[in-house]
């Protein structure tokens, strides 16, 4: 008579026995590829197993529907990539924290101490410009509700405030003595030329 199928074992006794089962063909037909796929992806033997066991309840769950795809490899795969991403965004790397960091770091951020500089470098622009980059940059307007206030299209307003903070960065420069680092961040300004 045939070969004898080797049963899978799922959720404690359930097991499937039947080769006449579309499921179950599939399953023999398509396993090891998987199985191969998975482990391309993640060197744990028994996470491995769990997405393998995962992705066949879920084919079973189908029932009919998976007997009458198409392609039932395709369907196969796109499960178990879909519980591969499930996997490695739970198991994602953490770095260790390092315990010898010191509490209070003296050092703060260039840009945080731009504050004192900021209500000069504003008072020199126009006051369309002011006004543009108080309320939706410093008071957190949105662009569409300025728009709305001042009558003019959401696009008339992004490019207006583009052009106020591109006129404000230079009279940052200008003001402030602002240099930047070679990514376009803020790197020390003033007497702070540490960079």
């Not at 070969?3 to 599939?26: E, I, W, Y």
């Not at 790397?93 to 504050?115: K, T, W």
């Not at 006051?127 to 299209?153: F, M, N, T, W």
């Not at 020390?188 to 030329?193: A, L, N, P, Q, R």
């Amino acid at each position: 008579m045939g070969k004898p199928v080797a049963l899978v074992p799922l959720a404690g006794s359930l097991a499937v026995s039947r080769m006449g089962n579309c499921v179950s063909t599939a399953w023999l037909r398509y396993e090891q590829e998987l199985r191969g796929f998975i482990a391309s992806r993640i060197n744990d033997h028994s996470q491995i197993e769990d997405i393998l066991q995962d992705v066949f309840i879920k084919a079973l769950a189908e029932g009919n529907r998976f007997c009458q795809l198409d392609n039932s490899r395709a369907w196969l795969f796109r499960v178990t990539r879909n519980q591969l991403i499930d996997y490695q965004r739970t198991h994602k790397d953490h770095a260790p924290i390092d315990d010898q960091l010191e509490e209070n770091q003296e050092e703060s951020a260039p840009v945080s101490n731009l504050s004192t500089c900021l209500p000069f470098a504003l008072k020199n622009l126009s006051l369309d410009d002011q006004e543009i980059i108080q309320r939706c940059d410093l008071d957190g307007l949105p662009q569409a509700d300025y728009a709305k206030q001042k009558g003019l299209s959401l696009t008339g307003a992004k490019s207006r405030i583009q052009r106020a903070r591109k006129r404000l960065k230079k009279q940052l420069e200008i003001s402030c003595h602002i240099i930047f680092d070679p990514q376009g961040n803020v790197c020390c300004f003033g007497s702070e030329k540490k960079c």
